[in-house]
């Protein structure tokens, strides 16, 4: 399968100018032959938090219109990343899926909040799971700092899926961090890991370096430090071959460590 991986340079508090600039990328991407497009996290808004009153898409709805036509119009399945959204009177960090017929199949609050970026101020965090399926295949789907919580990865494996996504705004401070613990995740979950970071326009906040890894953790591509859309060929059949070779999931005792879940 094509992966199409958009690692975009987001504006800050722009919205118009990402809308226009994500619709050129999954345009460009449905014509290079993805069938999965991936984009990264908060791409509407940007850490833009003390706007969000302003910014923020009231019940996700427009994001919501804008990624089911697109999948609908280009059958592509879309990982729409994360954006910024109003429910009630709360700010979520949330991830929208949708088929390639154009169907909601996972919507997602992003979990865990990081501190260092504010987000504990600014928005209210999610509780539920976010398994789905992209046709046939099992998926899943995190945001960024959630990938620093391994129980949460496992239990999305252990519910079906053979692929993480991962949408991020991952700083370049701790980009070593980022890879190796997507790495991790790959290997001890024996899935695949896609993984799209931002670029800003200030390398030294945020440089890509997104990643696509395979489940004996090889490292299929990785993103440079520009804007990019990067076509991606992967085989999903690996998944089970690896899970073969060292059966890791028929190994588990997890009554020896039921309390890593208190
Ligand atoms: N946007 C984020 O969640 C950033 C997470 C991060 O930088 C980390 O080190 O963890």
């Excluded at 945001?143 to 129980?151: A, K, L, Q, T």
């Excluded at 701790?174 to 799209?196: G, P």
């Excluded at 999903?236 to 690896?242: A, H």
Aim: proline share 2%; net charge negative; charged share 25%.
């Amino acid at each position: 399968m094509k992966l199409g991986c958009i690692q975009l340079q987001v504006a800050f508090g722009d919205v118009e100018k990402n809308f226009s600039r994500v619709e050129e990328f999954i345009r460009e991407a449905a014509n290079k032959g993805a069938e999965i497009v991936i984009l990264p996290e908060m791409w509407n808004t940007s850490y833009a938090l003390e706007k969000l009153e302003g910014l923020a898409d009231v019940d996700g709805e427009r994001t919501k219109a804008f990624l089911s036509q697109l999948a609908k119009e280009l059958h592509v399945h879309i990982v729409g990343g994360s954006v910024a959204t109003k429910k009630g009177d709360k700010f979520y960090n949330t991830m929208l899926v949708y088929n390639n017929e154009g169907e909601l199949v996972g919507e997602y609050d992003k979990a865990h909040l990081f501190r260092l970026m504010d987000e504990h101020l600014h928005l209210s965090s999610g509780n539920t799971q976010n398994n789905f399926k992209l046709g046939d295949l099992g998926a899943a789907g995190v945001i960024c700092y959630d990938i620093r919580f391994p129980e949460w990865l496992r239990l999305h494996a252990l519910n079906g899926a053979k692929v993480l996504f991962v949408s991020a705004q991952w700083p370049t401070a701790r980009i070593d961090h980022w890879k190796t613990l997507l790495q991790a995740r790959a290997i001890e979950n024996q899935c695949f890991v896609v993984a799209v970071n931002r670029i800003s326009r200030n390398k030294d906040n945020f440089n890509g370096q997104s990643m696509v890894i395979e489940p004996w953790g090889e490292i299929l591509w990785t993103g440079g430090e520009d804007e990019e859309l990067a076509i991606v060929d992967v085989d999903f059949s690996k998944v089970d071959e690896v899970r073969t070779r060292i059966p890791v999931y028929d190994d588990r005792r997890p009554e020896l460590y039921q309390d890593v879940l208190k």
